[in-house]
């Protein structure tokens, strides 16, 4: 069996990929999605820019055939060539496995190898911003691979990350011994009769072919991982005390909890509650919640505000902002939308001369990531402190004010599943703040306008589901807050 970067990259973000991989069943893996997709695009126009900077041989041999390419990119290594890009190494592991390199570039160094007075270096290309040891584990595993073609171990190697300048110098002393080590769980875990225990953690999941496989088993389960706040941390914690269903842990003692690592402080009460409310599948108000006189309420007139952005193009393109004037009984959505990049700095002062319009409103969003972009914005575009201030002033996270006092039946707290939860709906079922970037793109790319009509009902969407989520957290806390009165008199 063949074993590549690829099978401990992914092993590295789930243990339980690899199995499936080699395996499951392909006919229940998910299709490929939009996001995806544009994460693989954007990993292609990301490799073909940075090649742009050298100039490199590439070894020619017939698709898939490993030995031919590893015979042609050894004799570009013996010409000693200074640049090889897509570079095929095979290297005996055991008796069972080769493993394959296919290192983004090989890049010739001074040194003494089986070549002669010149060895080879690996760097590898990645989309991430950040040197991520996932990343760092595959660059030793170019390395080893290497080593053992050339006869010579490099003391580094490098990868060459999204938007930075210069590569980061990857410490092979430190990383080969570490992959190593994933290397042997990983041929253990594909050795094993049965499949690594599933762990639902939605930022890794969410693109994996095998989620909505993996996500019918722990539902079915009521795996402890569905659970907002467990961690694999605190999930190893909880086995560990045998505590490994929903009612147990709805049953622990908070004594059993407080000296566990992870559940800390404020931690193990809140999260004792989140089951409870699993388990009954009612909200339930969380020990200590904010006081009522910090907990919002209504206003004569409210806003509430949500954006849509291009993170590659560093551009917030839709501020949306709907109007609620619970006096007059009427309701207005302002889409500001820029359908060029350059039209960013026009839509932010649309917005800033509307929420002036209502100096006393509370702005409504969910999470933070409103309040940060309107200080950038802000910075950005040279807005005097005096007109934007009074604005940040009147933010109001409803995330925040909610999960700091009441505990949902819910699996997570993103604001589709509470607003759902609540009953609320949005008119395009698939639609999402990710696929909104995919859209943006392909309408720059077609001038597509159905596609800008979509992300429209979307933003729109989201507001209107903050202005439910806020309206239904207003409720609940009153009448918690009622019935304790009456109960204490």
């Not at 640049?83 to 003494?112: A, C, F, N, W």
Request: net charge negative; proline share 6%.
């Amino acid at each position: 069996m063949l074993i590549n970067a690829e099978h401990l990259l992914q092993y590295q973000r789930c243990k339980r990929r690899p199995f499936l991989d080699t395996h499951g069943d392909r006919s229940q893996r998910d299709p490929i999605n939009e996001l995806l997709l544009k994460v693989q695009q954007d990993k292609i126009a990301h490799h073909l820019s940075v090649l742009t900077q050298f100039t490199y041989h590439q070894p020619d041999y017939p698709p898939r055939n490993w030995q031919a390419g590893a015979a042609a990119t050894l004799e570009l290594m013996q010409q000693g060539v200074e640049y090889i890009h897509k570079g095929v190494l095979l290297t005996t592991y055991s008796e069972e496995y080769t493993l394959l390199s296919r290192p983004d570039i090989l890049m010739k160094q001074p040194g003494t190898s089986n070549f002669g007075d010149w060895m080879y270096v690996p760097v590898n290309i990645e989309l991430g911003k950040r040197p991520k040891q996932e990343y760092q584990v595959v660059v030793a595993f170019h390395a080893q691979t290497l080593t053992m073609v050339q006869g010579v171990t490099p003391e580094t190697a490098w990868l060459i990350l999204r938007n930075k300048d210069q590569g980061y110098t990857v410490d092979l002393c430190r990383w080969i011994p570490q992959m190593q080590q994933i290397l042997e769980e990983f041929t253990q875990v594909i050795e094993s009769p049965q499949a690594p225990e599933i762990f639902i953690s939605r930022q890794k999941c969410n693109l994996c072919h095998w989620y909505s496989h993996c996500y019918a088993i722990a539902h079915s389960q009521q795996h402890l991982s569905l659970l907002p706040g467990i961690t694999p941390v605190r999930y190893n914690q909880l086995q560990a005390i045998s505590v490994t269903t929903l009612e147990s842990f709805a049953n622990t003692s908070l004594s059993t909890l407080e000296n566990l690592p992870g559940f800390e402080g404020r931690i193990a009460p809140k999260l004792v509650v989140q089951a409870q409310s699993a388990l009954e599948k009612r909200p339930f108000i969380l020990p200590d919640p904010l006081p009522t006189e910090y907990l919002t309420f209504t206003a004569p007139i409210e806003l509430y505000f949500d954006i849509e952005a291009q993170p590659d193009l560093n551009l917030h393109y839709l501020l949306g902002v709907l109007v609620v004037d619970r006096q007059a009984n009427t309701e207005q959505f302002y889409s500001f939308l820029a359908e060029k990049p350059a039209d960013e700095k026009l839509i932010w002062q649309q917005f800033l001369d509307l929420v002036w319009q209502y100096p006393k409103a509370p702005i409504y969003h969910f999470c933070v990531y409103e309040f940060d972009t309107v200080k950038q914005m802000a910075k950005l575009y040279g807005t005097p402190n005096s007109s934007v201030n009074p604005v940040l002033n009147r933010f109001v996270d409803v995330y925040e004010q909610l999960t700091q006092s009441v505990a949902l039946p819910v699996e997570s707290y993103a604001l589709k599943a509470i607003a759902r939860w609540i009953g609320f709906e949005w008119r395009d079922q698939e639609a999402s703040g990710a696929k909104c970037i995919y859209w943006y793109d392909q309408w720059l790319e077609t001038g597509d306008r159905t596609l800008l009509e979509i992300i429209q009902r979307y933003n729109e969407d989201d507001c209107r589901a903050t202005r439910r989520v806020k309206d239904w957290l207003v409720k609940f806390v009153q009448e918690a807050w009622m019935e304790t009165e009456v109960a204490t008199k």
